[in-house]
């Protein structure tokens, strides 16, 4: 496979939409600008200023987001389907307060559900457990401290939610993707996500943890997680990233004062990557395995280690995941191969989903005074076009 070939990569997008893509991205490439965008978009949604929602509409949600709702939705997925990239629905809602609230995001994760099982194109759902519980109980959770009569009974509420959206997703057979967070609310959202594969996970692969290896103790986590699968007779389901919270997690070690979860550097965090893919394979029979990565080097491994030990490219086990609007000439090319490949598509109202298109939008704007990846293989293919 050639990543760099932007013919296929961008295949899919009109000229038009091309040039759209890199006027965005070069604005996302500068770093004040997208510092002073995120906090005034913020601000602009939170107090309903006319047009904001608009403007985001058209730009970043437009290049990130699916759409609104299920319904304005379908045309990507159906996009993405007819490009043989499958679809990891991700409703956008995070850090919800309320049991209304959290009753209504779990409706809408069983409607995506529902959705999924009526689609080809879907196969798998995104869950965040801060959208059906609320962080101060998982915080609290975590710490060990006793519960308060109340919060015992906020913990049945938020575990039954949990159960209800598995048992809807495993008895229509659509995976379930329960995101990682924040390292101080991460092992009480392992304990969900373990009881949910211990339940649902028996006779075939529905949920999915997700580990993120910028933290260093993570691949240890891994293969425990492997081994108490192995003791439960159930299948492992991973989803590997890198990671999406080292800002905060730096500015919680210095708070607090405790020793900081992430790795000393980059090296560490690819080292550990790397090694957690050759180890989901090694373990394929036990361990469906999700590479949730827009890096190219473990990308091609994962495609290497699939074709020395002759397994079929589109093993069951195996799925490459990249984020809808990003990594393009990952996604497409993979595809094109016959490689399982989904993209992550979120959706839902602006004001839920701008917490995550600020997250991108910072993401990309990483590398000061440098073209993101994004840009270079977007004006490449621009190039070629003769535009």
């Not at 679809?87 to 069983?110: P, R, V």
Request: aromatic fraction near 10%.
């Amino acid at each position: 496979m050639d990543f760099q070939n932007t013919e296929i990569a961008f295949a899919h997008k009109s000229d038009k939409q091309l040039k759209k893509m890199a006027r965005l991205f070069s604005m996302m490439n500068k770093k004040s600008l997208v510092n002073l965008g995120s906090t005034l978009g913020l601000l602009a949604v939170k107090l309903r200023i006319p047009f904001t929602t608009t403007i985001v509409k058209n730009t970043i949600f437009e290049q990130f987001c699916g759409g609104t709702t299920l319904l304005e939705s379908r045309k990507r997925v159906q996009e993405l389907y007819e490009n043989n990239v499958q679809t990891i629905l991700d409703y956008g809602a995070e850090a919800k307060q309320t049991e209304k609230d959290f009753n209504a995001t779990m409706n809408e994760i069983i409607r995506a559900i529902r959705f999924a099982n009526a689609n080809k194109s879907v196969s798998v759902i995104s869950c965040k457990v801060t959208g059906i519980a609320s962080f101060k109980l998982l915080e609290k959770l975590q710490s060990g401290v006793q519960l308060t009569e109340e919060e015992e009974e906020e913990y049945r509420f938020a575990f039954k939610r949990m159960q209800s959206i598995c048992h809807v997703a495993h008895e229509l057979n659509v995976g379930v993707f329960i995101d990682a967070e924040e390292s101080w609310i991460q092992n009480a959202i392992d304990t969900f996500a373990n009881s949910m594969m211990k339940l649902y996970n028996q006779k075939r692969i529905i949920v999915y943890n997700t580990f993120q290896m910028y933290r260093h103790d993570r691949l240890d986590y891994l293969k425990e997680s492997h081994r108490q699968a192995k003791l439960g007779e159930y299948i492992l389901g991973a989803k590997v990233v890198r990671g999406a919270y080292m800002e905060k997690e730096a500015n919680r070690a210095l708070e607090t004062g405790n020793p900081t979860t992430i790795q000393p550097n980059k090296a560490a965090t690819d080292r550990d990557y790397n090694l957690a893919i050759e180890y989901c394979i090694d373990h394929y029979e036990t361990i469906a395995f999700c590479n949730a990565s827009h890096n190219e080097h473990s990308t091609k491994l994962m495609a290497a280690l699939i074709n020395e030990r002759n397994m079929p490219n589109d093993h069951p086990h195996f799925i490459f995941c990249q984020l809808l609007g990003m990594s393009d000439h990952l996604s497409y090319n993979l595809a094109k191969s016959g490689y399982n490949v989904a993209k992550y598509v979120p959706y839902g109202p602006v004001r839920d989903v701008l917490p995550y298109l600020i997250r991108r939008a910072r993401e990309n704007s990483a590398v000061v005074g440098d073209m993101s990846r994004e840009l270079k293989l977007i004006k490449k293919e621009i190039k070629r076009r003769g535009l």
